[in-house]
């Protein structure tokens, strides 16, 4: 079930500018909860460094084209 939730403004003036460049050696992270998750959507957050990350990949998505 799809269920739409608004934007909470302190997170919008929270998040990263767009268009964002990672910087080689770092990953971009999403959190799986957007209303509750501190990801690198946020700037106090950020992009990480992949070396830092421990874990194991699920799920990968490559933009095609």
Known sequence: EFVEKPIEL????QAVKTP???????VFLLGDNPAASLDSRYKEMGPVEARTVLG??????????
């Open 10 to 13: 302190d997170k919008v003036e």
């Open 20 to 26: 964002l460049t990672v910087p080689e050696g770092s």
């Open 56 to 65: 194991k990949a699920v799920l990968v998505v490559r933009r095609i084209g």
